[in-house]
């Protein structure tokens, strides 16, 4: 069996999914009630791959919100992602995706110095952040988009947006060896952490995030924002693809020019529908299919069987280990989403 460990975008959101699954004694509390909430498994998962084989999942909801960091509640945010490791843990459930930040407050808290949470010994090796596929899905966007839009990548000016993060430098890994993109411009704030993988990719150019966006022709955002921010259109390139693999996302603005290209990045498309109900909440276009590329990555490991931490740590995503993932999203029949044009 599978699990996804998820967490809502904003308390309105919370507030507003509670009411909607029927659980109105969450709807009406502000955050110090969601701070106490526990972890709850609020969907139960069936999912068929296009080779006829048939697998089970569960969504643990860790009740986790990005306020919860905004107003330095570190501790609630931090229990809430060992908590739900360990209700996981409990329902006998074999490889879990931890989704959007359950990952990152994962490492940056350290969280693997807590291993034991009440009667359950957290075993590492049942979970896996997704990160690999969810950086393959949001490259293969990138080639897939440009080729839509007449943008030849080797002529092309590429920013990250979240450079130095785990999807954002297994992005540059990829785009560095796989494609011939013309510049890569490396954005994040820790000047340090951008110098070195400035050195390890031996190319890149380090700037700001307004001195990047009017020089690409494509931006990848996958920066692990809390809130979104204003982008204005006058100051990009038309055209422009910008791929948005944050959660929640990290533009904040909805853009509206026929120059300016949106696609929702690290999501995938199923061939088949699957039987659940929890991506009506996070309003994918097509619920029953579509999907976060990390949570698909639970499904292929359990698909293959694959019991173990495919993806853990931090900057450690090889190319071969997305390509092997890549393989296997094909083989059960996940496509990277496109462009609707
Ligand atoms: P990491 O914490 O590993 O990396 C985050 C990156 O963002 C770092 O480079 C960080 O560098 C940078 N960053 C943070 N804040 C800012 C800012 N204000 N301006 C510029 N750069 C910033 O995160 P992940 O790589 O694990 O995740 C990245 C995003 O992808 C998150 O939003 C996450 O929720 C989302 N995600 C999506 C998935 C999907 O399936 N679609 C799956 C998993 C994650 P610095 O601190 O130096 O600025």
Redesign the pocket.
């Known amino acids: 069996m599978f699990g996804l460990i998820g967490h809502l975008t904003s308390l309105q959101h919370a507030q507003s999914v509670a009411r909607e699954l029927g659980y109105p004694e969450y709807a009406d509390q502000g955050l110090d009630f969601w701070c106490m909430a526990p972890p709850q498994i609020v969907d139960d998962i069936t999912v068929t791959s296009i080779t006829g084989q048939t697998i089970h999942g569960k969504y643990v909801e860790s009740c986790f919100l990005p306020e919860m960091l905004a107003s330095k509640r570190i501790k609630a945010a931090t229990r809430k992602i060992v908590n739900a490791m360990a209700h996981a843990q409990k329902h006998g459930i074999n490889i879990t995706a931890l989704?959007?930040?359950s990952?990152?407050i994962f490492?940056?808290f350290n969280l693997q110095r807590i291993t034991r949470i009440r009667n359950i010994q957290l075993d590492l090796q049942r979970f896996t952040?997704?990160?690999t596929?969810?950086a393959y899905?949001?490259c293969r966007q990138v080639e897939q988009g440009a080729q839509q839009l007449g943008i030849d990548l080797g002529k092309a000016t590429v920013a990250v947006?979240?450079?130095?993060?785990?999807?954002?430098?297994a992005v540059c890994r990829w785009l560095d060896a796989r494609t011939e993109t013309a510049e890569l411009l490396l954005?994040?704030?820790?000047q340090g952490?951008?110098e070195a993988l400035q050195s390890e990719l031996g190319r890149g150019k380090i700037l700001s995030?307004e001195e990047a966006l009017p020089l690409a022709d494509i931006v990848v955002w996958?920066?692990?924002?809390p809130k979104g921010?204003e982008v204005d259109a006058d100051n990009l390139k038309h055209p422009c693809l910008m791929i948005d693999?944050?959660?929640?996302k990290?533009l904040g603005t909805k853009i509206q020019h026929p120059d300016i290209h949106i696609l929702n990045?690290?999501?995938v498309e199923h061939s088949l529908d699957i039987d659940w109900k929890i991506m009506h909440i996070v309003n994918m276009n097509i619920p029953n299919r579509q999907l976060?590329?990390?949570?698909?990555e639970s499904m292929l490991l359990e698909f293959e069987q694959l019991h173990t931490n495919f993806s853990w740590g931090?900057?450690e995503i090889t190319v071969s280990k997305m390509e092997k993932i890549g393989e296997i999203s094909l083989k059960h029949g996940f496509n990277p989403l496109a462009l609707g044009i």
């Open positions: 989704g959007g930040f990952s990152i490492e940056n952040t997704g990160n596929h969810t899905i949001i947006c979240g450079a130095t993060g785990d999807i954002g430098s954005v994040a704030r820790h952490r951008l995030i996958v920066a692990s924002m921010i693999g944050g959660y929640p990290n990045g690290g999501i976060f590329a990390c949570f698909a931090r900057n």
